[in-house]
């Protein structure tokens, strides 16, 4: 066995044969999870090296594990990929990504060198493929397609168009173009690429002998033990920093290492991933450094590079803030935890997220509170409280999340360094102006129309409902306004009963007059307005009991008086309880919302969609409608020889007819026909011998944008292949 830390150029520098063995799985790396999280990587080295020259800045990769085959009479060296395979194949698709597109730019020289890493060329003697790394597996045809097609690649024209692996492919060329741009730069940028995927990415290669147990060293590298997280490599890189700068490590360890408590080991959850308490924070105070978004899978590499390349600070000058900052995430979480408490303004933004599961916001509060800061708490606090309107306002909505990360970081990154005179105003401006519906800010009236008549007692998960009741609770006792004042004591936060006043079984004793009554009554019974909370459950007799009464549930409520909106509800109903008392409170509710979660004034909160570019992955059928390039009424003919006689007729919305039957698409209709997937693009042309709709794109593309296009938070029909 032999272990070598090398580079691509390393790796592949030699004629060979990297084979998938047949037994390994197909390739399953996705964009989100995998390819875009590699491009940052790479795409930063470049820059660091642009912005650097004669940096020696590296990414780490991670281990693979080979194994040397039995020697042939005749060809290449080959290896068997023991472990490692999907790293491996998304790194030469990639670097081939790559070379197409410096060929395609003309810059031969470039695209030879990354070549050379992708293929054997002249020097492989046989008919079989010339590639330095193979499939044996299913995924061969797909692989050898994408790698061996001449560029510029037209992906929507290859067989195996629909593959993960030329879907790699194709993504990477997507990234690599506009990265490089067209101007006087683009020769520099596309060589500091070709440096850094040659030498500037690192991996570590096992090599085993072709008599070694292959099977034995696969067990043991993907054993059952628990895995390293983020939180282990950067402890491991620490102390070896440490070690170099002089430092007596296990000093530093017993007195300045925060990580080895409970605390800090409890297993917690962001999105998908469940991962150590201490991972995910040092991810977060990253974050709060650095202004990018970091993914889970990126979190020691990206320490790693900040710490080698973008800190002026010692390792054990880094441990300290560290540490300081540690002890106060930990002491905010503790905080936060107690009902009971009553907490600034930080703790209990820490708590609404607690019920929220919402981790996305920490980065933000790290910073503001991180050693050195000339922020003043009423300043911090200001931007929490913005922060955190942004995200109750939108789960007041169920909008998604999934963008917050990026914009949390982007506010991160426009605001650091910026005097404490101009925060808020610099942080509510970029917050006001997110203006697509993955990211913007809710206005007054957009929340107020969606919680006029929602059943908010289904609407919302009982632990977040109550919340939301907990705040308007909290309203009545004098901490509307962001919670940045006070004038009595908060609500506990504990789990009170959610109480229907009106209630759901409602018909014994709630009598009304007809059908259309009864349907009005079911309505209201879940709003926000028929909604309170109790220290205690009422019996069930009483719950479902007339308003008024001896046994009446008015009096029930009456007793609830610590309580503050049962004492209103009370007094502002003592004559009785229907519909259009339920709507008044309902808006009286909220409001105090509002209040509780404001916004700066005057801001609407409206999505624009605006016009945007247009390129092949973005193009819409619609679209050459809107252009006047395809007519409504045209007719397609098929292109593809198997299909003569398929015909359909362009609908408006881009829809088609064909065979009696409407299509959302020619996609739609494209798919009917061959039975399968597949680029519509390329089947159907306009009439006899028309242009292909490919051609009437290339049109759209050579006008720039596309008239009537959507942001993808906003799509349109379904019309597109």
């Excluded at 909008?399 to 990154?413: F, G, H, K, P, Y």
């Excluded at 009424?633 to 003569?644: C, I, N």
């Amino acid at each position: 066995m032999k272990t070598d830390v090398t580079t691509p150029q390393g790796l592949f520098n030699m004629p060979q044969h990297l084979t998938v063995p047949i037994y390994q799985r197909p390739y399953v790396w996705s964009e989100e999870e995998q390819w875009a999280p590699l491009w940052a990587d790479v795409r930063r080295i470049a820059e660091h090296r642009l912005d650097n020259p004669g940096s020696n800045a590296t990414h780490f990769l991670g281990a693979v594990v080979t194994q040397q085959a039995e020697a042939r009479p005749v060809g290449v060296q080959e290896f068997l990929i023991v472990d490692g395979q999907q790293r491996l194949t998304t790194l030469q698709l990639l670097v081939d990504a790559t070379a197409a597109e410096m060929t395609a730019r003309g810059l031969g020289d470039m695209s030879a060198q990354l070549q050379f890493l992708t293929h054997n060329g002249a020097m492989f003697v046989g008919a079989e493929t010339g590639l330095k790394l193979r499939h044996s597996n299913r995924d061969r045809a797909a692989f050898d397609e994408v790698m061996q097609a001449v560029p510029p690649i037209d992906y929507a024209s290859l067989k195996h168009g629909d593959s993960l692996i030329v879907r790699a492919h194709e993504y990477f060329s997507r990234q690599i173009g506009p990265w490089l741009g067209q101007d006087e730069a683009s020769t520099g940028r596309a060589q500091a690429l070709t440096v850094a995927l040659q030498n500037a990415l690192q991996l570590v290669v096992i090599q085993l002998t072709a008599e070694e147990d292959s099977q034995e060293i696969f067990e043991t590298l993907n054993a059952r033990g628990t895995p390293l997280t983020a939180a282990d490599l950067i402890k491991n890189f620490v102390f070896q920093r440490l070690k170099l700068e002089g430092e007596d490590e296990h000093r530093v360890y017993r007195e300045s290492w925060p990580f080895e408590t409970k605390f800090w080991e409890t297993e917690i959850s962001v999105g998908r991933y469940s991962t150590t308490r201490s991972a995910v924070f040092l991810s977060q105070w990253l974050v709060s450094r650095v202004g990018k978004e970091i993914s889970p899978r990126s979190t020691f590499a990206r320490f790693k590079f900040f710490v080698e390349h973008e800190s002026s600070a010692t390792m054990i000058e880094l441990l300290g803030e560290i540490a300081a900052q540690a002890a106060d995430y930990e002491s905010l979480t503790s905080r936060a935890s107690d009902a009971h408490a009553d907490l600034s303004r930080v703790e209990l933004h820490f708590a609404r997220m607690a019920v929220a599961q919402v981790e996305i916001t920490k980065p933000v509060v790290i910073w503001l509170r991180e050693p050195g800061s000339t922020y003043s708490v009423a300043t911090a606090d200001a931007v929490v409280a913005m922060v955190e309107s942004v995200i109750i306002r939108r789960r007041l909505l169920r909008l998604t999340s999934s963008d917050l990360n990026r914009v949390m970081s982007e506010l991160i990154a426009r605001c650091r360094g910026v005097d404490e005179a101009d925060l808020i105003q610099v942080a509510s401006s970029f917050l006001t102006g997110q203006q697509v519906a993955s990211t913007y800010w809710p206005g007054d009236a957009e929340v107020r129309a969606a919680l006029r008549t929602a059943a908010f007692y289904w609407r919302y998960s009982r632990p977040m409902a109550r919340l939301f009741l907990q705040a308007i609770e909290d309203a009545y006792r004098g901490y509307a306004g962001g919670g940045l004042s006070k004038t009595g004591v908060r609500v506990p936060r504990v789990t009170q009963q959610i109480e229907h006043v009106l209630p759901q079984s409602w018909r014994a004793h709630w009598p009304v007059d007809g059908p259309v009554e009864a349907a009005e009554r079911d309505d209201h019974v879940q709003r926000l307005g028929n909604l309170t909370l109790l220290t205690g459950s009422l019996n069930a007799a009483v719950s479902n009991a007339a308003w008024l009464g001896a046994d009446g549930k008015r009096d029930a409520l009456r007793k609830h008086e610590a309580m503050l909106m049962n004492r209103a509800l009370v007094d502002e109903n003592s004559s009785g309880w229907d519909e259009h008392r339920i709507d008044a409170r309902t808006e009286h509710m909220v409001s105090l919302l509002l209040q509780t979660w404001p916004a700066p004034a005057g801001h609407e909160g409206k999505v624009v969609d605006r016009t945007v570019r247009v390129s092949k992955a973005t193009a819409k059928y619609s679209g050459l409608i809107d252009a006047g390039l395809l007519q409504v009424g045209a007719e397609l003919v098929s292109t593809d020889h198997r299909w003569p006689d398929a015909r359909a007729t362009v609908l408006a919305g881009a829809r088609v007819l064909h065979d009696g039957v409407t299509y959302e698409s020619p996609a739609k209709a494209a798919r009917v026909i061959r039975g399968g997937g597949g680029n519509a693009w390329y089947f159907w042309r306009v009439g006899e011998n028309g242009p292909m709709l490919t051609e009437l794109r290339d049109v759209l593309l050579a006008s720039g944008t596309e008239d009537g296009a959507t942001t993808p938070e906003h799509p349109a029909p379904s019309t597109t292949a």
